[in-house]
């Protein structure tokens, strides 16, 4: 008889055989440390049940959690130190290195001062495209769009598509939909453009949604700080797998050239934007790898373990998520229970 962790283990070897980094997919049974990944840190998201509301934590969650980790005696390392430790078999105790998607203001604003009272380092990762306004916080627009209509209509290849979005579980149904359209079912390229014709035609301003993110005057301030480290995010923020090669590697590559024009520093670390199997394998973690980064995160959830030091360009995260603001959840994630299949629904890993 197979015990339930047991068959768990098997269950998730067995899934992700196919993701093509099969290394990195064993469950993991304690750990050395982690990487803890957040995007949002307000005390007063604009919507509450928004259905991004995974993206957003409150600061005083955030507090709460840093405490905790150290009353346990993880220590909070930067993600160099972090890239050393697992290069060192986790001498030194266990670790966390902090790190953010994105450049939310609110990072700034709201969890800097948090981290400052902790002495907690963070990596923000940065894709420029988002910061210029060449590239747009399209999980944010659909939910506008959403939000603001009773029924609004899809126009695609096959014809139009009328969506209902009427009621509150109709919104999330209408999300959903709008959701695989963009990310599965037109071009990676084609994106921008299908966003914002469906954004014009339902009154929907996209640069409304800008001012969430810092400006480049805030990155560089940022950048500065003691306990804050750049990363890069791509470019555009795209889904790498669904690119061709060529356009991959300028996504990954040329954002370091971006930030370093900007920031006067070229970034050591790198986040996929999309990093679950579907949108990172080996030919994505090659060319992170090849583009010379020291390191390079994925959405997967994990602990980190020893075995890591071979793999750190595919290092796995702990979502800091803002469905579950509770330390008893963190303090799971963090036992190694967890495996790859842990809040596999698209909708919690895909930004």
Same mark, same amino acid.
């Given at each position: 008889m197979i015990d339930g962790g047991e068959a768990i283990r098997k269950l998730a070897l067995n899934v992700v055989r196919y993701t093509g980094l099969a290394p990195l997919a064993r469950p993991f049974v304690g750990g050395i440390g982690a990487i803890l990944m957040l995007h949002r840190?307000? &005390?007063?998201? $604009?919507?509450?049940?928004?259905v991004n509301r995974h993206l957003t934590i409150a600061p005083e969650f955030l507090d709460a959690v840093i405490a905790d980790m150290k009353a346990h005696f993880y220590a909070f390392v930067t993600l160099d130190e972090a890239i050393e430790r697992i290069k060192a078999g986790g001498k030194g105790g266990q670790f966390a290195a902090m790190t953010a998607d994105d450049a939310y203001r609110d990072n700034m604003t709201e969890a800097l001062p948090v981290l400052e009272k902790h002495g907690a380092p963070i990596t923000i990762y940065v894709a420029p495209g988002l910061i210029n306004g060449a590239a747009d916080l399209w999980w944010e627009v659909v939910e506008d769009i959403v939000s603001a209509r009773n029924r609004l209509v899809l126009t695609t290849p096959n014809g139009p598509v009328t969506i209902d979005c009427s009621n509150p579980g109709k919104k999330i149904q209408a999300f959903a939909r709008l959701h695989d359209y963009l990310t599965l079912e037109i071009r990676e390229e084609d994106q921008r453009a299908v966003l914002r014709d469906l954004a014009r035609s339902n009154g929907i301003e996209l640069g409304a949604r800008q001012s969430l993110l810092m400006n480049w005057d805030e990155i560089r301030a940022m950048a500065g700080h003691p306990l804050v480290t750049i990363g890069a995010h791509t470019v555009? !923020?795209?889904? %790498?797998?669904? %690119?061709? $090669?060529?356009? &991959?590697? #300028?996504e990954v590559d040329d954002v370091r050239g971006i930030l370093q024009a900007e920031l006067g520093e070229a970034p050591r670390h790198f986040a996929y934007p999309y990093g679950y199997a579907s949108a990172v394998g080996e030919r994505e973690v090659g060319i992170a790898r090849h583009a010379g980064y020291a390191s390079a995160v994925t959405t997967? !959830?994990?602990? =980190?373990?020893? $075995? #890591?030091?071979?793999? =750190? !360009? &595919?290092?796995?995260? +702990?979502?800091?998520?803002?469905?579950?603001?509770?330390? &008893? !959840? +963190?303090r799971t994630m963090l036992s190694g229970v967890t495996t790859p299949l842990a809040n596999a629904g698209k909708m919690l890993v895909t930004i």
């Open positions: 840190v307000t &005390a007063t998201p $604009e919507k509450p049940d928004s555009n !923020h795209r889904n %790498l797998k669904r %690119l061709s $090669e060529a356009n &991959a590697r #300028h997967r !959830h994990g602990v =980190l373990r020893a $075995e #890591h030091a071979g793999f =750190l !360009h &595919a290092l796995p995260r +702990i979502s800091v998520n803002g469905r579950y603001q509770s330390v &008893a !959840h +963190i």
